[in-house]
């Protein structure tokens, strides 16, 4: 059975950082992309980051880019997202999802997002 | 980037009804639209990719339809499991975006 399990998620003051983990279990993370969804508080989702499963392509929202970072280790089966300077509106859930992806052009690009994490909350606040 | 607008944005329907939510992105993006359903505090879940085709294992009274810009997704007799929010989402170019979302209630 295919899961995600997002962890690392919690309170922290503006300015501050956090690191969100994904465990992958029941399928090899080496042949997927993996992104990073968000929903804020009464709002809808938001894409937050991708990266492909060569880590050759990473994409990121121009909300977060150069603040958040996303790697992968495959060994571990487990996907990440560090989470720097973080700002009030960086409050949401956090989910990690599985992304078969496609090539074109050469690059991977995200395609659909077939598993989800039951999500982090991640809280910004003083 | 491109925009995603969904209509309408709230829905109030019956058992047993049919229903079609739309979903229209600022430019073509040819079949790159896929469907989801989120329930609150759970995981969204991917019902039709590539504007068509069925995830494995959902129900066939979800069905996708569209190309270019615009796009529609109907569900046949609705059951009252299927009260939540609705998303599309484009993967024709980076940033990948999502529409607002549509509401459904079952009355």
């Known amino acids: 059975e295919v899961q995600l399990v997002e962890s690392g998620g919690g309170l922290v003051k503006p300015g501050g950082s956090l690191r969100l983990s994904c465990a992958a279990s029941?399928?090899?993370?080496?042949?997927?992309?993996m992104i990073w969804v968000r929903q804020a508080p009464g709002k809808g989702l938001e894409w937050v980051s991708s990266?492909?499963?060569?880590?050759?392509?990473?994409y990121y929202a121009d909300s977060v880019k150069g603040r958040f970072t996303i790697s992968r280790d495959n060994a571990r089966n487990s996907a990440y997202l560090q989470m720097n300077s973080l700002r009030a509106e960086d409050t949401a859930v956090y989910y990690c999802?599985?992304?078969?992806?496609?090539?074109?052009?050469?690059?991977?690009?995200?395609?659909?997002?077939?598993?989800w994490g039951q999500g982090a909350l991640v809280v910004v606040s003083s | 980037d491109i925009q995603m607008t969904q209509s309408p944005s709230s829905l109030s329907a019956s058992v047993g009804d049919r229903v079609s939510l739309t979903c229209r992105a600022s430019?073509?993006?040819?079949?790159?639209l896929n469907w989801y359903q989120h329930k609150a505090g759970k995981a969204p879940k991917l019902l039709i990719y590539?504007?068509?085709s069925l995830q494995g294992g959902d129900s066939s009274r979800f069905s996708g339809s569209g190309s270019g810009t615009d796009f529609t997704l109907t569900i046949s007799s609705l059951q009252p499991e299927d009260s939540a929010t609705y998303y599309c989402?484009?993967?024709?170019?980076?940033?990948?975006?999502f529409g607002q979302g549509t509401r459904l209630e079952i009355k």
């Open positions: 999802a599985r992304d078969p992806a496609r090539i074109s052009g050469g690059s991977h690009i995200p395609y659909f997002f077939d598993y």
């Open positions: 029941g399928f090899s993370l080496s042949i997927y992309s």
């Open positions: 990266i492909s499963s060569s880590n050759s392509y990473i």
């Open positions: 989402q484009q993967s024709y170019s980076t940033p990948i975006t």
């Open positions: 590539a504007a068509s």
């Open positions: 430019q073509s993006i040819t079949r790159y």
